[in-house]
């Protein structure tokens, strides 16, 4: 099974701050990377497929990079609505598995 | 609009059984990949099963293969989730997606829409 390590897995940042999430893959997988965000109480919401294609209604804010087995996920000015839980998730085989999630929380 | 509702969740005793229920809408239901994902309480996303339109492709988490059936009635529009031997480590919230992006040469499909979850809980 593929493995997806993501780092920091607590990070803290202000508003209008540029932040960004990695997500190691224990072996290559291409660019086939998806990323979640999920609120409180709430289901998770794509954000990012195929590694850096934007998903329909998602703020340009958000964009996605990388391929091989390191990705990342950047959010250039966060919007108080960003503070959320962010879950990276392969696309290359089954089983499919998630990282363990990265809290996004206001400083 | 794209609407998945799910049911069927509950509390059931350990080695019991439950059978969840996901009524979709909105969208072609007979040509899309349907799976579940769920979530433990305070714990991260797991998925747990997927299955073609067609139903010739069908996939399991290995904490669930064996116990766990997942199976479609496309004049329905409905995807079902069949869980037996159940174990205090089922128990979560269960989300029924929708895996309707193509990516090209990719095995897997990204979940597109979620329903709002049912809880499981597996408690004596």
């Known amino acids: 099974d593929i493995q997806l390590t993501q780092s920091p897995s607590f990070l803290s940042a202000s508003i209008g701050d540029r932040v960004s999430i990695t997500c190691r893959a224990s072996?290559?997988?291409?660019?086939?990377l998806a990323w979640y965000q999920q609120k409180p109480g709430k289901a998770p919401k794509l954000l990012i497929y195929?590694?850096?294609t934007l998903q329909s209604g998602v703020p340009s804010r958000f964009s996605g990079s990388g391929s091989g087995a390191e990705f990342t996920l950047t959010i250039s000015s966060l919007q108080p609505e960003d503070f959320a839980t962010y879950y990276c998730?392969?696309?290359?085989?089954?089983?499919?598995?998630f990282g363990q999630g990265t809290r996004l929380e206001i400083k | 609009e794209v609407q998945l509702v799910e049911s069927g969740g509950g509390l059931v005793r350990p080695g019991g059984s439950l059978r969840l229920s996901c009524a979709a809408s909105g969208f072609t239901f007979s040509t899309s990949s349907m799976g579940w994902v769920r979530q433990a309480p305070g714990k991260g996303l797991e998925w747990v099963s997927s299955?073609?339109?067609?139903?010739?492709?069908?996939f399991y988490a290995d904490s669930v293969k064996g116990r766990f059936t997942i199976s479609r009635d496309n004049a329905k529009n409905s995807v079902f989730l069949q869980m037996n031997s159940l174990r205090a480590e089922d128990t979560a919230i269960y989300y029924c997606?929708?895996?309707?992006?193509?990516?090209?040469?990719?095995?897997?499909?990204?979940?597109?829409?979620w329903g709002q979850g049912t809880l499981v809980t597996v408690s004596s």
């Open positions: 195929a590694a850096s």
């Open positions: 299955m073609s339109g067609s139903s010739n492709y069908i």
């Open positions: 072996q290559g997988i291409s660019s086939f």
């Open positions: 998730q392969q696309l290359n085989s089954y089983p499919v598995t």
């Open positions: 997606v929708r895996q309707g992006i193509v990516v090209v040469a990719a095995a897997v499909r990204p979940a597109d829409y």
